[in-house]
C-alpha cells in the first residue's frame, strides 16, 4: 500500500537491501521530488497550507 501511494507521487526506487533486524524484511529507499507534486496531492499529506509555504519556499 505505501509502495503504491509513493509511487503515484512518482517516487523513485533507488535501492534495496534486506533488514536481518526486522526478520529480513525487504527495506527500499524511494526518492520523491515535492516540488514536481500536483499542490492537491501535497495538501492530503501535508495540509493546505504547509504545501502551500513549502512550495512557495522551494520555488525556482
Not at 503515484?8 to 533486524?21: H, I
Not at 529480513?24 to 497550507?49: C, E, F, W
Amino acid at each position: 500500500v505505501l509502495l503504491r501511494q509513493y509511487l503515484g507521487l512518482n517516487g523513485k526506487l533507488v535501492s534495496f537491501n534486506v533488514d536481518p533486524s526486522f526478520n529480513n524484511a525487504l527495506d527500499g529507499l524511494i526518492m520523491v521530488d515535492l516540488q514536481q507534486v500536483p499542490v492537491k496531492t501535497l495538501a492530503r499529506y501535508m495540509g493546505t497550507s504547509q504545501a502551500q509555504q513549502y512550495l512557495a519556499h522551494h520555488a525556482p
